[in-house]
Each structure stands twice: as C-alpha cells, then as structure tokens.
C-alpha cells in the first residue's frame, strides 16, 4: 500500500521514498543497514526484528570490540543503535572510539537509564539519540523520516 501524493514544507513528495507495509509501519524505498551493539541476545533479537520490520537491514554484534572491528574492516551503516552496558567496553567509550574513527553514523543509545550525568557523558562521546525503552517500529520511523528528509 503506497502513501496519497502529498507535498510536505520541504517540497518533497511523500510518496517518494515512502511506503506502508503489510502492517500499516512506515518504510523508506532507501535501504538503511544499522549496526546493533548489544551483549543481551534478546535485546539483539528484539531489535534486530522491530528494525527489519521497517525495511532496515540489520546487522548485531555483542560487543563494543567486536563493533569497532566490524567498523575498522571497513562496514559501513546508517545507523548504530549502542547498549550502555557492554562487556569489556561501555558504550560511552565505544562511541567516542567510534566518533575517533571519523565513522558520521547515525548513534543512537536505547536505555531504561535516565540520568543526565549518563546522558552528558553520551552526548560528549557524540552520541545522536537517545530513546528511552522500548524501542519501537514508530520511533525509527521517525528517525528514519529525518533521515530521508536530511
């Protein structure tokens, strides 16, 4: 099912680019790749299918490492969605190693934590986003607009 041909403020279309799927969820025709970095198997499987719902092709890793060696050899994503807590490397200094690299993904962090000294240190290693739990198919719709829309 394909979106009414509307303008939006920026001229665009909204057919272009733009479609529902089976479920009525917000798709781009761009494919997006992200990079999941959680240690939690169920986190990764959650969000791996709530992303893939979307159109987005995913890809997860366990650790912050095994991120920023996947990211060295050269993969390239949209988007990274990071866990605050990793084995061996938390996500605070796993995003600045990754903002070090020169890599200009787009990081988002998804947390239940809500305090401001965690969310400064985020933002200071160059986090873009966070979004508190669950991570929902209508909250990367969103980002994926902005991003289509950028």
């Known amino acids: 099912m394909e979106l009414p041909s509307k303008i939006n403020n920026n001229g665009k279309?909204?057919?272009q680019g733009?479609?529902?799927s089976r479920n009525g969820?917000?798709?781009t025709s761009r494919k997006f790749t992200t990079l999941v970095v959680d240690s939690d198997s169920f986190i990764q499987i959650l969000e791996k299918a709530i992303l893939e719902s979307q159109g987005v092709e995913t890809q997860y890793v366990g650790s912050g490492i095994d991120a920023l060696?996947?990211?060295a050899f050269g993969a390239n994503f949209d988007i990274i969605v990071i866990a605050w807590v990793l084995p061996k490397m938390n996500g605070v200094e796993?995003?600045?190693r990754i903002r070090a690299m020169g890599i200009c993904?787009?990081?988002l962090?998804?947390?239940a934590c809500d305090i401001e000294r965690e969310k400064h240190a985020f933002?200071?290693?160059g986090v873009d986003k966070f979004i508190e739990i669950p991570l929902t198919p209508e909250k990367i719709a969103s980002i994926m607009r902005k991003m289509q829309n950028a």
Request: net charge neutral.
């Open 13 to 15: 279309s909204l057919k």
């Open 69 to 71: 060696d996947l990211l």
């Open 18 to 20: 733009f479609s529902c």
């Open 123 to 125: 933002l200071d290693a």
């Open 109 to 111: 962090v998804v947390t």
């Open 105 to 107: 993904s787009k990081m």
């Open 25 to 27: 969820d917000l798709i």
């Open 94 to 96: 796993t995003t600045r």
